[in-house]
């Protein structure tokens, strides 16, 4: 069973930084997918950014700019470095992870989710 698990989430002032960590392990081969998505209150889960491990991002157009995605494929780690932040940035960050190789792990795992607040 791949496990996810996230680290790095609090409460920071508008125009702040805060930078999220994930760590996949429990699977023989490294995720082909790692990412983000976050859910605000009342609000459907949406996608932040993604990477694959060959290092093709992905973002939501509305974060582009604000928002870095990186990844160790070594560790097996994404992060997520949040910049010039905003109270609608309030949410709980999910972190993804997406195995295709290796039958025995191959699937989508999540997170159990990290709180990110921005006071205005």
């Known amino acids: 069973q791949v496990r996810v698990v996230e680290s790095g989430g609090g409460l920071v002032q508008a125009g702040g930084s805060l930078r999220l960590s994930c760590a996949a392990s429990?699977?023989?081969?490294?995720?082909?997918?790692m990412g983000w998505y976050r859910q605000a209150p009342g609000k459907q889960r949406e996608l932040v950014a993604t990477i694959t491990n060959g290092g093709s991002t992905k973002y939501a157009d509305s974060l582009k700019g604000r928002f870095t995605i990186s990844r160790d494929n070594g560790k097996d780690t994404v992060y997520l470095q949040m910049n010039s932040l905003k109270p609608e940035d309030t949410a709980v960050y999910f972190c993804?992870?997406?195995?295709?190789?290796?039958?025995?792990?191959?699937?989508?795992?999540w997170g159990q989710g990290t709180q990110v607040t921005v006071s205005s």
């Open positions: 993804y992870a997406q195995v295709t190789d290796g039958a025995p792990w191959r699937g989508d795992y």
């Open positions: 429990g699977s023989s081969f490294s995720p082909n997918v």
